[in-house]
C-alpha cells in the first residue's frame, strides 16, 4: 500500500466487527476454548487486522461505511469489486492477491455462517493472476547499502545547517538501512524492534532477538550485530531517539507519540534509497540484496544464505532449530561484508 493510505484501527471499526474480533482474540483458559484467532501468532493477526482496516478505511472514504452495520457486511461482492479496482490502480498484482487473501481469511472468522464462496473463487482467480514484478534491475550489493547507512549517520552527526530534528532524522534513516544491510530481517520484526528486548547488548555486542512467535518460520532467530554500528546503536540510543520523545522502548519512536508505524518504516526506506542510490530497495529486497552480494563473493559457501534468511529446505524441516550454523551464517555474512568495505 502506498505510505498516505492508512488502515482504519480496530478501535474505529463497526461496532459489531470490532466485539466479534475482539472475542476472537481472546486466549483460552483452562476449560475454556480460545476464540477463533486466539493461537495464532502476533504477526498473523496483525497482517489480517491491517488488510481488513484498509478495506474499512476504503468503505470510509467512500461513503460506504456504516458503524452499525452487522458483522461481515462490508465484505460484499459489489465493495470487494470496487476495493479490487482501487487497488489495481495503487498496488501489484501480487499485493492485490495478498490482501484479498487476508481479508477473506478475517472474514471467516468475524461471520463464519456467511456464504463466502464468491470470496473464494476471486481469491483464487488473483493469486492465479498474480505475477512478482521484475526486480534484478533493483538488486544492489549490501556493501552499497551498508556504506549509504554509515554515511547518512554520518551526515546527520556532521551537519550544521539542519535543525536537530532532520539531522536526527538522518541518523535514523541512516541507522535504518545500515542495520537491514548487516541483519536482513522482515521488515515486520524491523519496525517492532524495541530497546532491552528485541535489541539487547550482551557483553560487548548488541544482538537482535526474535523469539519464534515473532519470526515468519517459527522459528527463534538470534543474530549478532556487526561492531561496525556499536558507536551509531550507542548515540542513537544516547541522544538521537531523545529527539522524538518516545513514551515507551519503541526503537524507532514517532513524533506523534508511540512507534513509527510499519508502513512508514518501509516508505522510509524505500524512498531513501531512490533518493540517495537512483534505486528504490524496499525492505524485503535487501534479501535479496544480501543473496546476491553472498552469490557474488562467498564462493561455495552459498549456504550462508539461507542461514542468514532462516530459509528452509525439505531437508532442514526439522523440529529442532540449528542455531549454531544460523549465527555462523551471519558472521561469515558479515565478513564479507566488512572485507568488501576495508577493500
Known amino acids: 500500500m502506498p505510505e498516505k493510505v492508512r488502515a482504519l484501527p480496530p478501535c474505529d471499526w463497526p461496532t459489531a466487527d470490532r466485539a466479534v474480533w475482539t472475542q476472537a482474540c481472546v486466549p483460552a483458559q483452562r476449560l475454556r476454548p480460545g476464540g477463533a484467532a486466539a493461537r495464532m501468532k502476533a504477526s498473523s493477526r496483525t497482517s489480517l487486522v491491517r488488510a481488513y482496516g484498509y478495506l474499512l478505511a476504503f468503505c470510509d472514504r467512500n461513503g460506504l461505511l456504516d458503524e452499525n452495520a452487522e458483522v461481515g457486511t462490508h465484505v460484499s461482492p459489489r465493495i470487494i469489486d470496487l476495493f479490487v479496482a482501487h487497488l489495481h490502480g495503487r498496488v501489484g498484482s ?11 481469511r478475517i472474514a471467516r472468522i468475524l461471520a463464519p455462517e456467511r456464504d463466502l464462496v464468491w470470496l473464494r473463487d476471486l481469491d483464487a482467480d488473483l493469486r492465479y493472476e498474480a505475477r512478482p ?20 549517520i554520518r551526515r546527520g552527526e556532521m551537519s550544521n545547517h539542519l535543525t536537530e530534528l532532520g539531522r536526527a532524522r538522518l541518523v535514523r534513516d541512516g541507522l535504518m538501512i545500515a542495520l ?15 530497546v532491552g528486548g528485541h535489541l539487547r547488548l550482551i557483553g560487548d555486542d548488541w544482538w537482535i532477538i526474535l523469539a519464534a512467535d515473532e519470526t515468519k ?46 508502513n512508514y518504516v518501509g516508505h522510509i526506506i524505500t524512498e531513501t534509497t531512490r533518493r540517495e542510490l537512483g534505486v528504490a530497495v524496499n525492505p524485503h529486497l535487501f534479501r535479496d540484496c544480501a543473496v546476491y552480494t553472498v552469490a557474488t563473493h562467498a564462493g561455495n559457501r552459498m549456504g550462508i544464505a539461507s542461514g542468514l534468511l532462516q530459509h528452509t529446505d525439505e531437508r532442514s524441516v526439522e523440529k529442532y532449530y540449528n542455531k549454531g550454523a544460523s549465527l555462523d551464517a551471519v558472521r561469515r555474512y558479515q565478513q564479507i561484508l566488512d572485507q568488501l568495505m576495508s577493500d
Open 94 to 104: 501480487v499485493t492485490r492477491a495478498i490482501y484479498i487473501g487476508r481479508i477473506r
Open 133 to 152: 514484478r521484475p526486480k534484478y534491475h533493483r538488486i544492489v550489493s549490501s556493501e552499497r547499502l551498508l556504506a549509504l547507512g554509515l554515511r547518512l
Open 217 to 262: 518460520t517459527g522459528r527463534p532467530d538470534e543474530r549478532p550485530v556487526h561492531e561496525v554500528l556499536a558507536e551509531a546503536i550507542e548515540q542513537w540510543l544516547g541522544h538521537w531517539r531523545s529527539v522524538f520523545h518516545p513514551l515507551d522502548d519503541a526503537f524507532w519512536p514517532s513524533i506523534k507519540n508511540g512507534a513509527l508505524a510499519y
Open 180 to 194: 537491514l544491510a548487516l541483519c536482513p530481517i522482515r521488515l515486520r520484526n524491523l519496525a517492532d524492534l524495541c
